[in-house]
């Protein structure tokens, strides 16, 4: 079985401040997804990484693939208190023949 | 509609009743997840429904729950003889095959 460790688990951290949340496994994946949750809401997907090595940044958030594709990193620059969510990475292990697999989350608290 | 509907959004029941909640998927998306989520808490993955294939049940925290996706889209999940530690919000996502998951807002259940 495939798993996702994220790590931190939690994170509170003051406005301006930068951060990086991990995604690991000793699995290989063929793509990773990067989600944010907010209070009452489903997730909500924030990007897509496919290619060993690639990096997308979305705003002040930058997404990394590891080169191996086994592993993820979030970092947030100039995090704002509406960075505030539980943040999910999620591998897709076969190219859409298996299901997602989900780590446990990074919560993530910016304070004024 | 264009996203993952859920319904009811909150559902308060008595200990010993049955739940039926109800996921609407995205139109055209082959797969479709359950999970539930405690307060604050990561995903608990219950259960995966991929086209026409036997679906993954592995998730399934005891013979209380049930899934079923008729016609390869809307599904059900059932919790018969509900408990306290039920309480949860439970949340429904589909994708097209592996790619990356949308969700729905969740279902709020109580049990008192």
């Known amino acids: 079985t495939q798993l996702l460790e994220q790590s931190p688990q939690f994170l509170s951290i003051q406005e301006g401040e930068n951060l990086t949340v991990y995604c690991n496994s000793s699995?290989?994946?063929?793509?990773l997804q990067w989600y944010r949750q907010e209070p009452g809401e489903g997730p909500v997907l924030l990007v897509t990484v496919v290619t060993g090595g690639e990096v997308k940044k979305l705003k002040r958030l930058t997404f990394q693939f590891g080169d191996a594709r086994k592993d993820s990193s979030l970092h947030i620059t100039a995090a704002q208190p509406g960075d505030t969510g539980l943040y999910l990475c999620?591998?897709?292990?076969?190219?859409?023949?298996?299901?997602?697999?989900f780590g446990k989350g990074t919560k993530l608290t910016v304070n004024p | 509609g264009a996203g993952v509907s859920q319904s009811p959004s909150n559902k308060v029941t008595e200990k010993g009743k049955d739940v039926e909640l109800r996921c609407d998927p995205i139109?055209?998306?082959?797969?479709l997840y359950w999970y539930r989520q405690s307060l604050g808490q990561g995903l608990e993955f219950l259960i995966y429904?991929?086209?026409?294939?036997?679906?993954?049940k592995s998730g399934l925290p005891s013979d209380r729950f049930s899934a079923e996706r008729t016609g390869g889209s809307v599904s059900t999940l059932t919790i018969q003889r509900t408990q306290q530690e039920d309480s949860a919000v439970y949340l429904c996502a589909s994708s097209f095959r592996g790619s990356s998951a949308f969700f729905g807002q969740g279902t709020r259940l109580t049990v008192v």
């Open positions: 429904f991929q086209g026409n294939s036997a679906p993954d």
């Open positions: 699995s290989v994946f063929s793509s």
């Open positions: 999620a591998g897709d292990p076969r190219g859409g023949s298996e299901k997602l697999v």
């Open positions: 139109s055209g998306h082959t797969a």
